[in-house]
């Protein structure tokens, strides 16, 4: 159980387009899903809090007019990446945590993470 | 603020020789302690973790002790394999921060087991 999927595994882009990122909760309702970003070689950089139904928190840095983060229902949050750009080029990694008083309560599930690349 | 710190790799091990990754960490209140493993492409995925202090986490031969007294979650392997491989991520949860559930991470010790 407590499956996380990230759709799609990779991406290329154009400068200048969107990129949307999917991140869905397979068998479990997640109230909370986090968005991370990983340079090569590099730890996991949060990047904002999403939770159901209302906006998603940013962390200090993240551009929130660039990260358009929507949780529109308890098994699915998205990222969009506007107007990319090769700087952006990174792996986005979602994460998700289970409702209270189910066994996925308290921690976090990992999605296997999209491969960004802008030319 | 929380933090974490684990020895920095890479590491390089023969097989069957014996791991250890240090980490330890500063909290403000009673955290959770978890490591993750990333296989390369992968995201991350729980190895183990504790919750309270002396509490030992465990998984495909992998341990780690809940030390309290020495702020420590140090992971330990009696003998590597080729295919544990990967990069080793500790991590803590503090209920008392900022952000239920945020994880804060360690900057990842990379692993490389040869046969």
């Known amino acids: 159980g407590a499956v996380v999927s990230q759709h799609p595994s990779w991406v290329i882009c154009k400068s200048g387009t969107s990129v949307k990122i999917e991140c869905r909760s397979l068998?479990?309702?997640?109230?909370?899903m986090f968005w991370y970003r990983q340079f090569p070689k590099q730890s996991l950089m949060l990047m904002a809090t999403?939770?159901?139904?209302?906006?998603?928190?940013?962390e200090q840095g993240v551009e929130k007019d660039k990260f358009l983060i929507n949780h529109a229902s308890l098994t699915l949050s998205t990222l969009t990446v506007t107007s990319a750009h090769p700087e952006d080029s990174s792996f986005y990694i979602c994460?998700?945590?289970?409702?209270?008083?189910?066994?996925?309560?308290?921690?976090?599930?990992f999605g296997p993470g999209t491969r960004l690349t802008v030319l | 603020g929380d933090s974490v710190t684990q020895m920095e790799g890479p590491v390089t091990l023969s097989e069957e020789a014996f791991l250890t990754i240090n980490c330890t960490y500063t909290?403000?209140?009673?955290?959770?302690l978890f490591w993750y493993v990333q296989y390369p492409g992968e995201g991350l995925q729980l190895l183990l973790k504790?919750?309270?202090?002396?509490d030992k986490g465990s998984n495909k031969g992998f341990e780690a002790t809940y030390r309290k007294e020495t702020t420590s979650f140090h992971l330990e392997k009696g003998s590597v394999q080729v295919s544990d491989s990967a990069v080793y991520f500790c991590?803590?949860?503090?209920?008392?921060?900022?952000?239920?559930?945020?994880?804060?991470f360690g900057k990842g010790t990379k692993l490389s087991v040869i046969p």
């Open positions: 994460s998700a945590v289970g409702l209270a008083g189910a066994d996925s309560y308290n921690e976090q599930f």
């Open positions: 068998d479990f309702q997640a109230t909370t």
């Open positions: 999403s939770n159901e139904g209302s906006k998603a928190t940013y």
């Open positions: 909290a403000t209140g009673y955290p959770s």
């Open positions: 504790a919750t309270k202090a002396d």
């Open positions: 991590a803590l949860s503090d209920p008392s921060g900022a952000g239920s559930y945020q994880l804060t």
